[in-house]
């Protein structure tokens, strides 16, 4: 949706002054350059706003890349529309002794339509250069001023572009009418950013920023970069004028202004659904039968145009149409529910799989997706309006548990969505193993999966065949020669559990010495993954996601063969989760294979993730373990 191309529209667009230093490596301090791609000579921001339906923004930056890594850590790029208007722009590009080597004025830049791949239309434009290094490293230097109507979305400060990017110097100015109400949240633990007030005028000055590494199971880049984020209490988006004075206020703002007249459903339709919910007493039961008549009837588009980007399309047009964006699809589904007579909030919400919450102490305008909230006692039912496959109530990874948004009658209200717990994310496997005295193995496996794991697996049903083969391939990517040769699913949408029964084959699965035969016990669930090593590790362990696994898997051995030697019961215990696995030689004298595994979700300082790296460790060491048979 657009939400997120208007906040890059007040991000990416200065003419500032050239300086006349030269842009080359030895005038960079050597602990900006270790382990970073690029680094940011210079950033200067400029922001004045006029009046609360004009402003001026003027960005000028000199990024010297290092190497191709660092080549996208500046875009030479600004969105532009029928309320914004580029006044300058301009890229200059230095070579590695700080010569010019190509210029770039506006009318070099290519003009062209902002449609991302998901939208049928939109309104937007993209002004851009793409430039090719032919060696490194290399400076671009980057200017642009843009006027704009729109003082919704205030450029942040944010002066560190990617990881592996630091920065030498940044500098961000913004002055606003006192009667707007210019209010900010500094993000900045360790008090780097120094903030001086001059009037009206308001200046954030950050130096000599190490680049920041990318750490497994670590926080997000924006969650450890100092930022600072702006927003005024008065704002103009698209011609209609709002507050964000507090929470409540801009939730009236969203139901009265951006809601307001858009619900009407038409009477067939309002036929159809009472026909549909009749007799069904449950307020519940009527919301599923509803959603699922929406999943039947509607698809995912992006339509923007104007306040497109915040405004959901009339209801009756999507009715209409058959089609909708995130805001119009779950503007639809409320208007079916209405007529269903169950209440339900359309609610904004940070679609991303780092659960980012709406900043319940700093009113601005937030979100990225719209998702709905049906009451249900003290809690809320969340629907996802923009999937034809999710089950009723089911949201998945890119919006559970976080802070969200219901945009209500009575104004803006702060609810959290539902937190899968690990014994939620669930993936039991069963499986039948035959091995024969080659090597080769054929394998029968039934894979149930819930919660957040179902989320990872239910899409591979509506995937063609050949992409359901690779998914297999790379699930069991440790097996070498596989042949898929069967594959069967059950999507129970009422439990939200996912199965899957797969039959492959895998040739030369033992390896042979002598007289002995050698296979690895852990043929399905194997993990192998062990998190990179940090002599010097910067931020705390965050494990965001609980899960458990559970396997039961038998092997039939092959005839001729008895059993020489098994592994031990293993079992592990850590503040990071559980793990056992075992073996049991059965009647038959064939072999039963169990395993467990539990990870919690947590949060650890950083001096443990040396720990948690060998629990790690220990699991992969483990699930790597042979089973030797000799022939008798």
């Known amino acids: 949706m657009t939400m997120k191309k208007l906040i890059f529209l007040a991000f990416v667009v200065f003419t500032g002054t050239v300086f006349s230093q030269t842009y080359t490596i030895a005038n960079v301090?050597?602990?900006?350059?270790?382990?970073?791609?690029?680094?940011?000579?210079?950033?200067?921001?400029?922001?004045?706003?006029?009046?609360?339906?004009?402003?001026?923004?003027s960005y000028h930056s000199v990024l010297m890349v290092l190497n191709k890594n660092g080549k996208n850590?500046?875009?030479?790029?600004?969105?532009?529309?029928?309320?914004?208007?580029?006044?300058?722009?301009?890229?200059?590009?230095?070579?590695?002794?700080?010569?010019?080597?190509?210029?770039?004025?506006?009318?070099?830049?290519?003009?062209?339509?902002?449609?991302?791949?998901?939208?049928?239309?939109?309104?937007?434009?993209?002004?851009?250069?793409?430039?090719?290094?032919?060696?490194?490293?290399?400076?671009?230097?980057?200017?642009?001023?843009?006027?704009?109507?729109?003082?919704?979305?205030?450029?942040?400060?944010?002066?560190?572009?990617?990881?592996?990017?630091?920065?030498?110097?940044?500098?961000?100015?913004?002055?606003?009418?006192?009667?707007?109400?210019?209010?900010?949240?500094?993000?900045?633990?360790?008090?780097?950013i120094n903030s001086t007030q001059n009037g009206t005028k308001s200046i954030f000055t950050i130096s000599n920023l190490k680049s920041i590494l990318d750490e497994n199971h670590g926080p997000t880049l924006s969650a450890t970069v100092p930022k600072v984020l702006f927003s005024l209490d008065r704002f103009n988006l698209k011609g209609i004028q709002g507050s964000t004075a507090n929470w409540q206020e801009f939730g009236i703002w969203m139901n009265n202004r951006l809601l307001n007249g858009v619900s009407e459903i038409p009477e067939a339709t309002k036929v159809k659904i009472r026909n549909l919910v009749s007799g069904e007493n449950s307020p519940m039961e009527r919301a599923k039968k509803v959603y699922q008549y929406m999943q039947d009837n509607t698809r995912y588009i992006s339509v923007q145009v104007g306040i497109g980007g915040w405004k959901p399309m009339?209801?009756?047009?999507?009715?209409?149409?058959?089609?909708?964006?995130?805001?119009?699809?779950?503007?639809?589904?409320?208007?079916?529910?209405?007529?269903?007579?169950?209440?339900?909030?359309?609610?904004?919400?940070?679609?991303?799989?780092?659960?980012?919450?709406?900043?319940?102490?700093?009113?601005?305008?937030?979100?990225n997706h719209v998702i709905l909230a049906i009451p249900d006692g003290e809690d809320y039912v969340w629907l996802e309006c923009t999937s034809q496959k999710k089950p009723f109530g089911f949201l998945g990874s890119n919006t559970d548990d976080r802070d969200v948004l219901l945009i209500t009658p009575e104004g803006g209200k702060i609810a959290h969505t539902h937190k899968y717990t690990y014994d939620e994310n669930t993936l039991k496997t069963q499986g039948k193993v035959i091995l024969n005295v080659e090597g080769d193995i054929s394998v029968n496996v039934k894979i149930e999966s819930g919660g957040i794991q179902y989320n990872d697996r239910y899409d591979v049903e509506f995937q063609k065949i050949e992409d359901q083969?690779?998914?297999?391939?790379?699930?069991?990517?440790?097996?070498?020669?596989?042949?898929?040769?069967?594959?069967?699913?059950?999507?129970?949408?009422?439990?939200?559990?996912?199965?899957?029964?797969?039959?492959?084959?895998?040739?030369?699965?033992?390896?042979?010495a002598g007289d002995k035969m050698i296979f690895n016990l852990n043929v399905l669930n194997r993990s192998t993954f062990i998190p990179r090593r940090y002599a010097n590790r910067n931020f705390p362990l965050q494990l965001s996601r609980g899960?458990?696994?559970?396997?039961?898997?038998?092997?039939?051995?092959?005839?001729?063969?008895?059993?020489?030697?098994?592994?031990?019961?293993?079992?592990?215990?850590?503040p990071f989760g559980e793990y056992t696995a075992s073996t049991e030689i059965?009647?038959?004298?064939?072999?039963?294979?169990?395993?467990?595994?539990?990870?919690?979700?947590?949060?650890?300082?950083?001096?443990?993730?040396?720990?948690?790296?060998?629990?790690?460790?220990?699991?992969?060491?483990?699930?790597?373990?042979?089973?030797?048979?000799?022939?008798?």
């Open 469 to 512: 083969e690779a998914f297999y391939k790379y699930y069991w990517d440790y097996l070498d020669n596989i042949t898929i040769t069967s594959m069967k699913f059950q999507n129970d949408k009422e439990q939200v559990k996912f199965m899957e029964d797969v039959a492959f084959e895998a040739r030369s699965f033992a390896s042979f």
């Open 73 to 192: 850590d500046l875009l030479p790029m600004v969105y532009y529309n029928s309320e914004t208007k580029v006044k300058n722009l301009e890229a200059i590009v230095y070579d590695e002794k700080g010569e010019e080597i190509e210029k770039f004025k506006k009318r070099d830049f290519l003009d062209i339509s902002a449609v991302d791949g998901e939208s049928l239309y939109t309104d937007d434009r993209l002004l851009l250069i793409n430039y090719t290094a032919t060696s490194y490293p290399y400076t671009l230097e980057f200017n642009v001023t843009v006027l704009t109507e729109d003082t919704a979305f205030l450029p942040p400060f944010d002066p560190i572009p990617n990881y592996n990017s630091s920065v030498l110097s940044s500098s961000y100015s913004i002055d606003v009418v006192p009667e707007l109400n210019l209010k900010y949240k500094i993000f900045d633990e360790e008090g780097r």
């Open 586 to 632: 059965l009647p038959d004298g064939n072999l039963m294979y169990r395993r467990k595994v539990i990870r919690y979700e947590g949060a650890f300082p950083k001096e443990r993730y040396s720990e948690f790296r060998s629990y790690l460790k220990q699991i992969a060491k483990s699930d790597d373990q042979k089973i030797i048979l000799l022939k008798k």
């Open 314 to 367: 009339p209801a009756k047009e999507v009715d209409r149409l058959g089609y909708g964006d995130c805001k119009a699809l779950t503007n639809y589904t409320k208007a079916l529910l209405s007529v269903a007579e169950v209440p339900s909030y359309y609610t904004l919400v940070n679609h991303n799989s780092s659960k980012v919450n709406i900043l319940s102490d700093f009113t601005s305008m937030q979100g």
């Open 29 to 57: 301090p050597q602990n900006l350059i270790e382990d970073a791609n690029s680094v940011m000579i210079n950033q200067q921001v400029t922001v004045h706003v006029n009046d609360v339906n004009e402003m001026e923004y």
């Open 547 to 574: 899960y458990l696994d559970e396997d039961e898997v038998k092997l039939l051995l092959p005839e001729g063969y008895e059993i020489s030697y098994i592994p031990e019961p293993v079992a592990i215990n850590s």
